[in-house]
T-cell receptor
Framework: NAGVTQTPKFRILKIGQSMTLQCTQDMNHNYMYWYRQDPGMGLKLIYYSVGAGITDKGEVPNGYNVSRSTTEDFPLRLELAAPSQTSVYFC??????????????FGPGTRLTVL | GDSVTQMEGPVTLSEEAFLTINCTYTATGYPSLFWYVQYPGEGLQLLLKATKADDKGSNKGFEATYRKETTSFHLEKGSVQVSDSAVYFCALLPSPGSARQLTFGSGTQLTVLP
């Protein structure tokens, strides 16, 4: 059971370049999330999805896009990279069984630097 | 809106010392509460959780009790080890079955010295 996997682990981009951060989970979770973590800060939600075909904005969505064509995959797209997007990005997933005990599982993170 | 306030770090302790990291929350309804731990270079891992008032979550010697009257969920450990050095995040889920995301505190960096 791989859990939540993210690729790549590290990436350096130039200003204006684009890239896609990949996230896959094999736990059949319906909810998936993208967070960013800036140095010394907590996590801020970028986008989330409650199921295939359904996505919604979080706290800091500007400069990012997402799609959810399958239950397993939730890629995050950066179209025009900016230095302010230098951060560590975490993908997470959760199975919403309605009982309030659902654990959110995190991937290992992608460290992105925009120069 | 919902919010989580954590004790500011960093916290530095000697091995075998007692640990308390304070966490208070603001939320409507009956949130579930969590502590996550992030070891250097890794993602967040669930440490413990509590889903209703007076519940005590525990794992790896850590404990936290859901106190509705004081809206708190303080993390404690009786004797810390060097391997406990990490960043600890308190978080809440607004209500059971909520589609919303976890709300995280800002994290507390713990360093345990041998």
């Amino acid at each position: 059971n791989a859990g939540v996997t993210q690729t790549p682990k590290f990436r350096i981009l130039k200003i204006g370049q684009s890239m896609t951060l990949q996230c896959t989970q094999d736990m059949n979770h319906n909810y998936m999330y993208w967070y960013r973590q800036d140095p010394g800060m907590g996590l801020k939600l970028i986008y989330y999805s409650v199921g295939a075909g359904i996505t919604d904005k979080g706290e800091v969505p500007n400069g990012y896009n997402v799609s959810r064509s399958t239950t397993e995959d939730f890629p995050l797209r950066l179209e025009l990279a900016a230095p302010s997007q230098t951060s560590v990005y975490f993908c997470a997933s959760r199975k919403n069984s309605g009982g309030g005990t659902d654990t959110q599982y995190f991937g290992p993170g992608t460290r992105l630097t925009v120069l | 809106g919902d919010s989580v306030t954590q004790m500011e770090g960093p916290v530095t302790l000697s091995e075998e010392a007692f640990l308390t990291i304070n966490c208070t929350y603001t939320a409507t309804g009956y949130p579930s509460l969590f502590w996550y731990v992030q070891y250097p270079g890794e993602g967040l891992q669930l440490l413990l959780k509590a889903t209703k008032a007076d519940d005590k979550g525990s794992n790896k010697g850590f404990e936290a009790t859901y106190r509705k009257e004081t809206t708190s969920f303080h993390l404690e450990k009786g004797s810390v080890q060097v391997s406990d050095s990490a960043v600890y995040f308190c978080a809440l889920l607004p209500s059971p079955g909520s589609a919303r995301q976890l709300t995280f505190g800002s994290g507390t960096q713990l360093t345990v010295l041998p």
